[in-house]
């Protein structure tokens, strides 16, 4: 019985070594796609994820479907006619059962795969569109009805929000990366939490859309957009999200992206800057007043303190960018600044332009445009053109207008020596209906 015994320890160990892969599961039939990880259960009905346990905590996250998909190819017009769809249909690549969904029209593809990573056991999506025809803006797919009367929503949109019963949200349209600031989003109950994010390292244009077809719940529209002018678009190219599901809060379900986005943009290290890490107040300064300054040590530490300087320049403020020429006593009263031991730091605008500035002529036709009907884009600029902080915004993909900024800041840093710039409208990005600039989008 010894030589069994000694076969019988390695044929268990391969075993043990593969049970998480084997523990996913693909199976479709007919409009309907179950996907079994080690840590959730999803059902898709056709294309629509419409059910989600997390395995961990038992939880059901998802209530009730809505009557039509969710997910489309968007173009410009009317389509001819309403997408179809077959069911799902599953197949094996490199060892990997992937579940696919095309829905078509006469003009129109979009498919949706689904399979799970082997490693991470995370249910991983993509989604990608065409036609026949210009004019595609946007590809998206959904999740139906998300119970709101069991958890909410974690969002990094305007710097963090939560969606809730009380503040659902229903209508909105979240633009990334203009204010929804990273490509994810977590729900969250007082058990568990699952994770949405997409692994895009091209960081496309996406939108996150919130619509409601059955209180309490909200359906979710995950869209990646085509690249302006969407009126020379036929596609959207593929796009991977992924969900995961989690015992414990959103921190925890939210660290996949962090890690995920450290390994792929690591952020910038302050190693040259230290100051910076012991920053612990900012002070909005307005005027130049040099008696104000010297009885600011009372009441912060300058060591500590940031001086933000808004009206720091010969022009008012927001008013014929990009000329950084020092007001009078601006240099004076920054090196007093950092003799008490402040830093300081400068207003300045990133994309702004003003038309009647010299320089406007030179990068006028790189000022953003609005993908759908390139009307031109910028600060006030319905306003009448005589308004004196009515400017242009301009792409920054463009080199010679990052070459102008450079030159114009840097003139000024030179003559006032701040250690900070704030670059106005540096969060919002654009998906500029000029179409890529030297093969550069706005982020």
Not at 86 to 106: E, K, L, P, R
Not at 269 to 275: F, Q, V
């Amino acid at each position: 019985m010894s030589p069994r015994l000694w076969n019988l320890g390695p044929l268990l160990l391969g075993v043990c070594v593969f049970v998480p892969a084997a523990a996913a599961q693909v199976a479709g039939s007919g409009l309907t796609l179950t996907v079994t990880t080690t840590n959730a259960k999803a059902t898709f009905q056709g294309p629509d994820l419409v059910g989600f346990t997390n395995i961990a905590t038992g939880e059901s996250y998802l209530k009730s479907a809505a009557t039509l998909p969710l997910m489309n190819l968007e173009i410009n017009g009317t389509p001819s006619n309403s997408l179809n769809a077959s069911g799902w249909s599953t197949s094996t690549q490199s060892g990997t059962t992937v579940g696919t969904f095309t829905m078509t029209d006469s003009v129109r593809t979009i498919t949706l795969t689904v399979s799970v990573d082997p490693v991470s056991q995370e249910i991983v999506l993509d989604l990608a569109g065409k036609a026949s025809q210009t004019g595609v803006s946007a590809a998206y797919w959904g999740i139906d009805g998300l119970d709101l009367s069991a958890g909410h929503m974690v969002v990094p949109e305007s710097s963090g929000i939560v969606i809730d019963q009380t503040h659902s949200q229903v209508g909105s349209n979240m633009q990334y990366p203009y204010d929804w600031m990273a490509q994810m989003a977590v729900y969250e109950t007082a058990m568990g939490s699952m994770i949405v994010y997409s692994t895009d390292s091209t960081y496309s244009f996406k939108q996150l859309r919130v619509a409601s077809h059955s209180n309490p719940t909200i359906d979710l529209s995950f869209a990646t957009q085509a690249n302006g002018p969407w009126n020379a678009q036929t596609a959207v190219t593929s796009t991977e999200w992924r969900l995961k599901a989690f015992a414990g809060d959103w921190r925890t379900a939210a660290g996949v992206y962090r890690d995920w986005l450290a390994a792929n943009r690591p952020p910038v290290s302050n190693a040259n800057h230290p100051w910076v890490n012991n920053i612990q107040t900012v002070v909005q300064v307005q005027t130049m007043d040099t008696s104000v300054l010297a009885s600011l040590p009372n009441d912060v530490t300058p060591s500590k303190t940031l001086l933000y300087l808004v009206n720091w320049r010969l022009a008012a403020y927001d008013n014929n960018y990009p000329d950084y020429t020092p007001a009078a006593g601006v240099v004076a009263y920054v090196a007093q600044a950092h003799a008490l031991g402040f830093k300081v730091m400068l207003h300045t605008d990133l994309v702004g332009v003003t038309p009647s500035n010299s320089d406007f002529s030179s990068v006028q036709q790189w000022q953003i445009k609005d993908p759908q009907n390139l009307g031109l884009i910028g600060w006030l600029w319905s306003s009448p053109t005589s308004t004196p902080n009515r400017f242009a915004w301009i792409d920054p993909a463009a080199s010679e207008f990052r070459q102008l900024l450079i030159t114009r800041l840097g003139a000024a840093v030179s003559a006032v020596q701040p250690d900070a710039l704030h670059l106005d409208v540096s969060a919002p990005m654009f998906n500029d209906g000029n179409g890529p600039i030297e093969g550069m989008t706005f982020p």
